[in-house]
């Protein structure tokens, strides 16, 4: 069986609140966190240095066992990054 092109296979978490994102298809996004930090599930990535320890696990993006972000939400979400 295929893996879904949405996969998460690296994670480059920035200072800027953004995600530097791998996928199974090869391709490179940029996801803009930035809107998620006011809802109340994801205030302690507020915490910069908490954000920065995102990984890649199971397929998606993950801070711990209770914060995480649905794979195919970050595909839908994230801009092609142009690779040079």
Do not use: H
Not at 6 to 34: C, H, M
Not at 56 to 69: K, M
Request: hydrophobic share 45%; net charge negative.
């Amino acid at each position: 069986m295929k893996t879904p092109v949405w996969v998460v296979t690296n994670v480059q978490p920035q200072k800027d609140y953004t995600l530097i994102l791998t996928f199974a298809s090869g391709e490179k996004k940029l996801f803009d966190a930035r809107p998620l930090l006011a809802k109340a599930i994801y205030k302690p990535l507020n915490n910069l240095s908490f954000f920065l320890t995102a990984k890649a696990d199971c397929g998606s993006v993950a801070w711990s066992d209770e914060i995480d972000i649905a794979p195919e939400y970050l595909y839908e979400c994230s801009l092609p990054l142009q690779v040079i």
